[in-house]
């Protein structure tokens, strides 16, 4: 899961340098993307037109009912991708979506590059450290 403002759309409306080209090397690597946000869908469909890259679901408050903070986030996920939350990772920058992973017993990872005074989470400090943090933690073989 990955939290849309701050973390993939900067706050002047740009997409974050980088977040693309890590959000398509994570589905190469078989990893289902969700970006999550708190505005209502219309709000939301207007900032995630400005990627290139599709992210397998796009979720916002209209389809869960409650701000982040709340479980419901990871459970819509986990049963859109008929998952368990122990296959969830949460990347965000602020604190609901921190109070979402916590609350839903999932990992959080904060994006530092938007948030680099969270004290909370997996700090991640770019969206280039993302796959490599993937592929070498939650990836190898049991």
């Known amino acids: 899961m990955v ?3 701050g973390t993939v759309i900067q706050d002047d409306g740009t997409v974050v340098p980088g977040i693309e080209d890590t959000l398509s090397r994570l589905s ?3 990893i289902k ?26 979720v916002t408050r209209n389809e869960i ?3 982040k903070g709340s479980p419901k986030w990871v459970e819509y996920i986990c049963d859109a991708f008929d998952i368990e939350h122990r296959d969830v990772l949460y990347l965000g920058d602020t604190d609901h979506d921190m109070w979402t992973a916590v609350n839903s017993r999932v990992l959080y990872l904060n ?20 796959t490599p943090l993937v592929e070498n933690f939650f990836m190898k073989p049991t």
Request: proline residues 7%; without cysteine.
């Open 3 to 5: 939290d849309l403002d």
């Open 28 to 30: 190469n690597l078989g």
């Open 33 to 58: 993307i969700a970006v999550v946000s708190d505005r209502p869908k219309r709000e939301g469909i207007g900032k995630i037109a400005k990627l290139r890259y599709s992210p397998d679901y796009f």
């Open 65 to 67: 009912g409650k701000a």
């Open 111 to 130: 994006a530092a590059w938007s948030n680099p005074g969270m004290e909370y989470g997996i700090q991640v400090s770019s969206p280039a450290i993302l």
